[in-house]
């Protein structure tokens, strides 16, 4: 009898694989039946990951989303799974037990199945509670394998791994090919390990298309073995997302295997309701580069799953950068300049700070620090000068052990900086929570919610949370998506504007302006006259010597006492990172090398410290304000 393979729709991660937010609830709710009539899922990953912050965002509930999207798969038979980081949970930080117990009651009563658990540093200690929450919750427990390519994760390394998690009490084991970097015939060899010594134990792979390898895994991993095959569909599949099941479907059947049919009229259903939410508004936010293979993403190994928020990185910094390099007369750079620095970073780093798997969160931390290190570089700076402090908690312990060893240069910095390495159970420094949460539930009148959802919201997503309940979110979002709705329209309008001309062909060659009251010559090149790329100067109007704008002369400081501390980058200005730090305030003294606040960037928080002695006379920006590069923060004398 023919090996029967069963298919799970990945449509959480086919969209932020691809971009940054998720279908709203009505939205969800329009394709469900749809999703169902193809016949072809057995499972159907609903929510985890980023699903309920992303919510947050754009000021909807998540807890309704979760409910009424899972439904409809629950009354017809089709098992729904979620995505959880372990320590984690379904956020970047740390979570305490407490709020990690109640994560797994509230989904499984808000109708998720199966638990898909992974730790990003495949450190065991951190799934332990995974496992236990999720069955005590009446979930299927599902421990994934964080699959990277190293000399430290070999296949015997990932066997070893896999019987650990089942002696905890996994249910099933997921082969988590989280970059789609792992070689086929890797994936095939740690499955037939695995199933050689616990053949009742169901496999399921999951992989993305990025690099090029997904097809090939696949089939190696079904010719292991493996039950279960996650996989998208168009218009979302492919690029850094997942192989589209139709493809799937053909190359196993042909293989031998038992699949079942796909229902086409309702695949196109489904693939015409997705493109309408794209053309809505989730398409504002992909990149179009996310939806290309790419085999550059062999070497770094960097996930699928966040090149959405790489490219906006990338993006953002560009700009930074680029405008430093114009102020010191330096050649601009490109997007794919930046992109290929940024790779060889990632490869240079990565094996420095201990092999950590490129994934959630861990994958932002190696890619961030990357990122941080190359536009130091480029300014002719240190490399590892800006190291963001949830980096070093990873590199000293605290959110587990690292697979191999960080190297001498860096464990010389942690001492420097006066770190201790951490060898204990990482639980352990992230005390329970839930009362104080459910106390400020209580004194602002907030409902707990149908099972402590509303709570768990509050405790998993503080910050997220009550920007929602305030409305800033939604409010902060429909500003967003205005404004990339309208740059979009101008830049249409542009694409069919008619170039300036008259009637008998006639284009200017200089222009005259005014700028505070001194008239000045613009000279004009046409591009498509043969001259290049536009270019203008200017000149001072019936004069020989061009006449420059003055610049405004900078206020004069107090020669001798008044000192600056200003931003090393672009991002947002924090005096403190937690509610367990005191706030900086005029009339404190600092030392040398004292934290006088943070730049988040990037999803992480920066330490800026003083580079003087002297006490505080003022602070120029308030919390959460967005600073640029070099931005005086605050002034000591």
């Given at each position: 009898?023919?090996?029967?393979?069963?298919?799970?729709?990945?449509?959480?991660?086919?969209?932020?694989?691809?971009?940054?937010?998720?279908?709203?609830?009505?939205?969800?709710?329009?394709?469900?039946?749809?999703?169902?009539?193809?016949?072809?899922?057995?499972?159907?990953?609903?929510?985890?990951?980023?699903?309920?912050?992303?919510?947050?965002?754009?000021?909807?509930?998540?807890?309704?989303?979760?409910?009424?999207?899972?439904?409809?798969?629950?009354?017809?038979?089709?098992?729904?799974?979620?995505?959880?980081?372990?320590?984690?949970?379904?956020?970047?930080?740390?979570?305490?037990?407490?709020?990690?117990?109640?994560?797994?009651?509230?989904?499984?009563?808000?109708?998720?199945?199966?638990?898909?658990?992974?730790?990003?540093?495949?450190?065991?200690?951190?799934?332990?509670?995974?496992?236990?929450?999720?069955?005590?919750?009446?979930?299927?427990?599902?421990?994934?394998?964080?699959?990277?390519?190293?000399?430290?994760?070999?296949?015997?390394?990932?066997?070893?791994?896999?019987?650990?998690?089942?002696?905890?009490?996994?249910?099933?084991?997921?082969?988590?090919?989280?970059?789609?970097?792992?070689?086929?015939?890797?994936?095939?060899?740690?499955?037939?390990?695995?199933?050689?010594?616990?053949?009742?134990?169901?496999?399921?792979?999951?992989?993305?298309?990025?690099?090029?390898?997904?097809?090939?895994?696949?089939?190696?991993?079904?010719?292991?073995?493996?039950?279960?095959?996650d996989a998208g569909m168009e218009p979302l599949s492919w690029g850094t997302g997942h192989a589209d099941i139709l493809a799937v479907q053909a190359m196993l059947k042909d293989a031998g295997f038992k699949v079942p049919e796909i229902n086409m009229n309702a695949y196109m259903k489904v693939r015409t309701l997705t493109q309408k939410y794209m053309d809505d508004f989730l398409g504002y936010y992909i990149n179009p580069k996310n939806r290309v293979m790419?085999?550059?993403?062999?070497?770094?190994?960097?996930?699928?799953?966040?090149?959405?928020?790489?490219?906006?990185?990338?993006?953002?910094?560009?700009?930074?950068?680029?405008?430093?390099?114009?102020?010191?007369?330096?050649?601009?750079?490109?997007?794919?300049?930046?992109?290929?620095?940024?790779?060889?970073?990632?490869?240079?780093?990565?094996?420095?700070?201990?092999?950590?798997?490129?994934?959630?969160?861990?994958?932002?931390?190696?890619?961030?620090?990357?990122?941080?290190?190359?536009?130091?570089?480029?300014?002719?700076?240190?490399?590892?000068?800006?190291?963001?402090?949830?980096?070093?908690?990873?590199?000293?312990?605290?959110?587990?052990?690292?697979?191999?060893?960080?190297?001498?240069?860096?464990?010389?910095?942690?001492?420097?900086?006066?770190?201790?390495?951490?060898?204990?159970?990482?639980?352990?420094?992230?005390?329970?929570?839930?009362?104080?949460?459910?106390?400020?539930?209580?004194?602002?009148?907030?409902?707990?919610?149908?099972?402590?959802?509303?709570?768990?919201?509050?405790?998993?997503?503080?910050?997220?949370?009550?920007?929602?309940?305030?409305?800033?979110?939604?409010?902060?979002?429909?500003?967003?998506?205005?404004?990339?709705?309208?740059?979009?329209?101008?830049?249409?309008?542009?694409?069919?504007?008619?170039?300036?001309?008259?009637?008998?062909?006639?284009?200017?060659?200089?222009?005259?302006?005014?700028?505070?009251?001194?008239?000045?010559?613009?000279?004009?090149?046409?591009?498509?006259?043969?001259?290049?790329?536009?270019?203008?100067?200017?000149?001072?109007?019936?004069?020989?010597?061009?006449?420059?704008?003055?610049?405004?002369?900078?206020?004069?400081?107090?020669?001798?006492?008044?000192?600056?501390?200003?931003?090393?980058?672009?991002?947002?200005?924090?005096?403190?990172?937690?509610?367990?730090?005191?706030?900086?305030?005029?009339?404190?003294?600092?030392?040398?090398?004292?934290?006088?606040?943070?730049?988040?960037?990037?999803?992480?928080?920066?330490?800026?410290?003083?580079?003087?002695?002297?006490?505080?006379?003022?602070?120029?920006?308030?919390?959460?304000?967005?600073?640029?590069?070099?931005?005086?923060?605050?002034?000591?004398?």
């Amino acid at each position: 009898m023919a090996q029967e393979i069963k298919f799970s729709l990945l449509y959480r991660d086919m969209w932020q694989s691809s971009g940054k937010y998720v279908p709203t609830v009505d939205q969800l709710t329009e394709v469900a039946p749809a999703i169902i009539d193809m016949g072809c899922f057995a499972r159907v990953e609903t929510n985890g990951g980023g699903f309920e912050q992303i919510n947050l965002l754009f000021g909807e509930n998540p807890n309704k989303s979760v409910r009424e999207w899972t439904q409809p798969f629950n009354d017809a038979g089709i098992q729904t799974h979620m995505l959880e980081r372990g320590l984690n949970a379904i956020r970047m930080s740390p979570v305490p037990a407490d709020v990690r117990k109640l994560m797994f009651q509230v989904k499984k009563k808000q109708g998720t199945d199966i638990a898909r658990s992974f730790d990003g540093l495949n450190d065991p200690r951190n799934l332990e509670n995974s496992i236990k929450f999720a069955k005590e919750a009446g979930m299927i427990s599902q421990a994934a394998l964080s699959l990277t390519v190293s000399p430290v994760h070999t296949v015997e390394y990932y066997t070893n791994l896999a019987d650990t998690l089942i002696e905890m009490g996994a249910d099933e084991i997921c082969i988590k090919d989280m970059a789609g970097v792992g070689r086929p015939a890797t994936i095939g060899k740690i499955i037939k390990n695995i199933k050689k010594r616990h053949p009742n134990t169901p496999i399921q792979y999951h992989g993305h298309a990025g690099p090029g390898f997904q097809m090939a895994s696949i089939l190696e991993a079904a010719h292991a073995g493996a039950e279960y095959i996650d996989a998208g569909m168009e218009p979302l599949s492919w690029g850094t997302g997942h192989a589209d099941i139709l493809a799937v479907q053909a190359m196993l059947k042909d293989a031998g295997f038992k699949v079942p049919e796909i229902n086409m009229n309702a695949y196109m259903k489904v693939r015409t309701l997705t493109q309408k939410y794209m053309d809505d508004f989730l398409g504002y936010y992909i990149n179009p580069k996310n939806r290309v293979m790419n085999s550059l993403l062999i070497g770094p190994g960097l996930p699928g799953g966040m090149m959405g928020s790489l490219m906006s990185d990338l993006e953002n910094n560009l700009s930074s950068i680029n405008k430093w390099k114009k102020k010191h007369n330096q050649p601009e750079l490109t997007q794919d300049d930046l992109m290929i620095k940024l790779f060889e970073e990632v490869s240079y780093v990565w094996p420095k700070i201990g092999y950590p798997p490129l994934v959630t969160p861990y994958s932002q931390y190696v890619k961030n620090l990357a990122l941080m290190n190359v536009l130091q570089l480029e300014k002719g700076k240190e490399r590892w000068s800006m190291i963001a402090d949830n980096v070093w908690d990873m590199i000293i312990g605290k959110t587990g052990k690292l697979p191999g060893e960080p190297a001498p240069e860096i464990v010389e910095m942690a001492k420097e900086k006066g770190l201790e390495f951490y060898s204990g159970n990482p639980q352990d420094l992230y005390p329970n929570q839930l009362d104080e949460f459910r106390a400020e539930m209580k004194k602002k009148n907030w409902d707990l919610g149908q099972d402590d959802e509303e709570l768990l919201e509050l405790a998993m997503h503080p910050e997220q949370y009550r920007a929602y309940k305030s409305g800033d979110a939604k409010r902060d979002f429909d500003e967003d998506i205005a404004k990339r709705k309208a740059e979009k329209e101008t830049s249409e309008a542009d694409k069919t504007a008619t170039p300036v001309n008259t009637t008998n062909g006639f284009q200017p060659k200089t222009l005259v302006v005014n700028i505070d009251d001194e008239e000045y010559v613009v000279h004009i090149n046409y591009p498509e006259n043969g001259n290049g790329a536009a270019t203008q100067t200017t000149s001072a109007a019936n004069t020989t010597i061009a006449a420059p704008v003055a610049a405004p002369a900078p206020a004069a400081p107090a020669i001798g006492k008044v000192k600056e501390v200003s931003s090393p980058l672009e991002g947002k200005f924090f005096l403190t990172k937690d509610s367990s730090e005191t706030a900086l305030k005029v009339g404190d003294s600092v030392k040398k090398n004292d934290i006088i606040g943070y730049i988040e960037s990037m999803k992480t928080y920066n330490a800026i410290a003083s580079e003087v002695d002297g006490t505080v006379t003022e602070i120029c920006f308030a919390n959460g304000d967005s600073v640029d590069e070099d931005d005086i923060l605050i002034k000591l004398q």
